[in-house]
């Protein structure tokens, strides 16, 4: 099966703690994204990764950072969480920069 | 950075009817419009998308217009049924990654 793949599922964590999220992509595309889907199900970009080009949304903390091996795996660490870290992190790929986003299930952090 | 304005909020049909979402954008670069459809508990999923050297298409009860000139582009849903309740967003691309509008709950009531 062909698809983006992300671990956790869920994770809860106290404030101040460093958590990583992970994505792989089986579908051979060239880009990833990181998305962050708030409580009010609105959806930001946070980081694009693209032939080890690393585009970063400017508005985002840097206590967040991507971490990539390769062009099939996008990883999300958080470096020390805040309250207003707890979302649904979705990871997604496309053929090209831009193209049609094909969606992890997503991982949803709780920050207590 | 560059919107991307969506409305209505929520949009409460009757079933069998049409419903349209419209959506805005301001990065006059942008020339790839997709929508995608989130169902409770799933991931956004593509349903349509137009190109900006398109001005209509349509995917059975789908429709997506798009005027370049007033930056707008919509979406509209013919003969809506139950199963078409979800959230929809609308989303704007100028090359480097999709900024998404901030989305529409679709209920469609018998």
């Known amino acids: 099966e062909t698809a983006v793949f992300q671990t956790p599922n869920y994770h809860v964590t106290q404030v101040g703690n460093e958590v990583s999220f992970n994505c792989k992509q089986t579908?051979?595309?060239?880009?990833m994204y990181w998305y962050k889907q708030d409580s009010k199900k609105l959806l930001k970009i946070m980081f694009s990764?693209?032939?080890?080009?690393?585009?970063v949304n400017e508005t985002v903390p840097r206590r967040f950072s991507p971490q990539s091996s390769d062009k099939a795996h996008l990883n999300l660490r958080i470096k020390s969480v805040e309250p207003e870290d707890s979302a649904v992190y979705l990871c997604?790929?496309?053929?090209?920069?831009?193209?049609?986003?094909?969606f992890g299930s997503g991982t949803r952090l709780t920050v207590l | 950075g560059e919107q991307v304005e969506q409305l209505p909020s929520i949009l409460r049909v009757q079933e069998g009817s049409s419903a349209s979402i419209n959506c805005s954008y301001e990065?006059?670069?942008?020339?790839?419009f997709p929508w995608y459809k989130q169902e409770p508990g799933e991931n956004p999923k593509l349903i349509i998308d137009?190109?900006?050297?398109?001005e209509r298409k349509q995917i059975q009860e789908l429709i997506v217009l798009l005027d370049k000139k007033a930056k707008r582009f919509s979406l509209h849903i013919t003969d809506t049924q139950p199963g078409d309740s979800a959230m929809y967003f609308c989303?704007?691309?100028?090359?480097?990654?999709?900024?998404f509008g901030t989305g529409t709950k679709l209920q469609v009531v018998p």
């Open positions: 990065d006059s670069a942008s020339n790839y």
């Open positions: 989303a704007a691309s100028a090359g480097t990654y999709q900024r």
């Open positions: 137009i190109r900006s050297n398109m």
């Open positions: 997604a790929s496309s053929r090209r920069s831009a193209e049609t986003l094909y």
């Open positions: 990764y693209n032939n080890k080009q690393l585009i």
């Open positions: 579908l051979g595309h060239d880009t």
